[in-house]
């Protein structure tokens, strides 16, 4: 078995700042995480063992500090908290920052926004919270819910497949002739990496392995575009989760992660998947010993 890692995988920069200045705050003083700080389980409660509290419901928060999670929120939440007297940590990705002002900046040129996303995730529920008026599209049937407008500025939740959004685009420009569309891009880079690692990894492979939480919406992108090129795909979101019975002696199998997967977890699959092709050369061994033993 021979097994192959995408070029492009695992934790992103705006993930791992994050983690860093949770766990670098919690060593001096008490410090709480508004909602998850990324989609991650393993990494959420590696949070918790080292002293960071998790709260959902900002009527729950004790601590001083606040800490905003790397997918952002909106001016509203931010108001808010300050106005408990809260001191807030900013741990929002920098390329969520870039969709925040994009966004804004349409608005303000008098486009009626529309958002290429998860309508329920935390980043987009961030961006929309402060408009005034908005529309939330996924898929093909959400397009043809819209109404007509005279003017439509698109913009992306950061962790969209670019084809995706760029079908979208093209389908919300063909079914609205007389209206003026603007797209802005603001699917971040490392999530563009990561998409295109995977087509080719995935064109080159009889299984791939995608290690990320069930909660991670990049993580359920990157199963849907392996899918794409490859039969035979399997979302872990551990070494754990992995089954022999996945896999032949002679696949390649590739593996790719999402942005909050932690490089031990990844390690982990892999280690595992090393010990099983290594089993499976050894059985072959020892099936052709014994075959030779029997003819002599």
């Known amino acids: 078995m021979?097994?192959?890692r995408a070029t492009h995988l695992g934790m992103c920069f705006g993930v791992r700042d994050a983690i860093a200045l949770a766990?670098?705050?919690?060593?001096?003083?008490p410090v709480t995480v508004l909602g998850d700080l990324v989609h991650n389980e393993t990494v959420l409660k590696?949070?918790?063992?080292?002293?960071?509290?998790?709260?959902?419901?900002?009527?729950?928060?004790t601590t001083p500090d606040i800490m905003i999670t790397a997918h952002g929120t909106s001016e509203r939440?931010?108001?808010?908290?300050?106005?408990r007297g809260l001191n807030v940590l900013e741990a929002t990705c920098p390329l969520v920052h870039v969709a925040h002002r994009a966004v804004a900046q349409l608005v303000r040129d008098g486009w009626h926004p529309v958002i290429i996303g998860r309508r329920d995730h935390v980043e987009v529920r961030g961006i929309t919270?402060?408009?005034?008026?908005?529309?939330v599209v996924l898929s093909e049937e959400d397009v043809h819910a819209l109404r007509e407008k005279p003017r439509f500025g698109i913009a992306a939740q950061t962790t969209q497949p670019i084809g995706k959004v760029q079908h979208l685009v093209a389908l919300i420009r063909e079914r609205f002739p007389r209206s003026e569309v603007r797209f802005i891009d603001t699917v971040c880079q490392p999530t563009k990496q990561r998409q295109t690692a995977a087509i080719e990894l995935a064109r080159q492979c009889d299984a791939v392995i995608v290690i990320g939480s069930a909660h991670s919406n990049n993580t359920h992108e990157l199963v849907a575009t392996c899918g794409q090129f490859c039969a035979r795909v399997h979302h872990v979101q551990s070494a754990a989760d992995l089954?022999?019975?996945?896999?032949?002696?002679?696949d390649t199998v590739g593996i790719t992660a999402g942005t909050s997967?932690?490089?031990?977890t990844i390690a982990a699959v892999e280690h595992w998947l090393h010990d099983f092709a290594e089993f499976q050369v050894k059985?072959?061994?020892?099936?052709n010993a014994s075959l030779h033993s029997a003819a002599v």
């Open 2 to 4: 021979k097994i192959l």
């Open 23 to 29: 766990l670098s705050r919690s060593k001096s003083q």
């Open 46 to 61: 590696s949070l918790r063992d080292q002293g960071v509290k998790i709260e959902h419901q900002i009527a729950s928060v």
């Open 77 to 83: 939440t931010l108001h808010e908290l300050r106005e």
């Open 129 to 135: 919270d402060d408009l005034a008026a908005f529309d």
């Open 243 to 250: 089954h022999s019975i996945w896999f032949n002696e002679h």
């Open 261 to 264: 997967t932690p490089d031990e």
């Open 283 to 287: 059985l072959a061994e020892h099936m």
